[in-house]
């Protein structure tokens, strides 16, 4: 599994960015996520999940674009904060984008079937620890199940964040082997569990 973060979006150049709805990418957003695919070559045997968010959204698909790998938006993707502050308060721009509009306007991303609709509606940025715990597991081991080479989560630095230190936890629990490696980047992540 790699983690792997979105490109630099409108809403971080901005003073009060939290409450913009729906940032998209800045131009050096969209050239970043460009590098991606000339970077990380995808195959069939890939799994490109983008967390339900026009940042991520737009990272992915632009990495993504004339590759032939398995597609996918998750709200377990993230946006999650890091740390957890429990004001159960999330901001505009970390807003799940609505179920409807993903299949409108991201027509060759799959989305899966069988999720609780608080997921979709609230996505998992306030979830308390336990919970975001339990949500984590579910989706770790649906990552598994997918049964692909690789699979690549593009979400957010505290999404990222909030799954590194949760995986580290559980190894430390179960003596599990585990490995998080930053790569040369420091937006790029990859854990074995």
């Known amino acids: 599994m790699v983690f792997v973060l979105h490109g630099e979006s409108q809403h971080?150049?901005?003073?009060?960015?939290?409450?913009?709805?729906?940032?998209?990418?800045t131009e050096a957003g969209r050239k970043e996520a460009e590098r991606l695919r000339q970077r990380y070559e995808l195959s069939p045997?890939?799994?490109?999940?983008?967390?339900?968010?026009?940042?991520?959204?737009?990272?992915?698909?632009?990495?993504?674009?004339?590759?032939?790998?398995?597609?996918?938006?998750?709200?377990?993707?993230?946006?999650?904060?890091?740390?957890?502050?429990?004001?159960?308060?999330?901001?505009p721009c970390d807003e799940p984008l609505d179920p409807s509009r993903i299949r409108a306007e991201y027509t060759d991303w799959l989305m899966p079937a069988d999720l609780p609709e608080h997921l979709w509606l609230q996505g998992i940025h306030t979830l308390p620890g336990l919970l975001f715990a339990q949500q984590a597991d579910r989706f770790l081991q649906w990552?598994?199940?997918?049964?692909?080479?690789?699979?690549?989560?593009?979400?957010?630095?505290?999404?990222?964040?909030?799954?590194?230190?949760h995986i580290r936890s559980r190894c430390s629990r179960a003596e599990e082997a585990c490995r998080v490696n930053p790569e040369r980047e420091d937006w790029l992540f990859s854990i074995s569990v």
């Open 45 to 91: 045997a890939d799994a490109v999940l983008a967390g339900p968010t026009v940042r991520m959204l737009e990272t992915a698909q632009l990495w993504t674009r004339g590759a032939e790998c398995k597609r996918m938006v998750h709200p377990l993707a993230g946006p999650r904060q890091h740390p957890v502050r429990y004001d159960f308060r999330t901001h």
């Open 12 to 25: 971080s150049l901005h003073q009060n960015g939290q409450q913009m709805r729906d940032p998209g990418l």
């Open 143 to 165: 990552c598994r199940q997918l049964g692909q080479q690789r699979v690549f989560i593009v979400t957010d630095a505290g999404t990222t964040d909030a799954y590194i230190d």
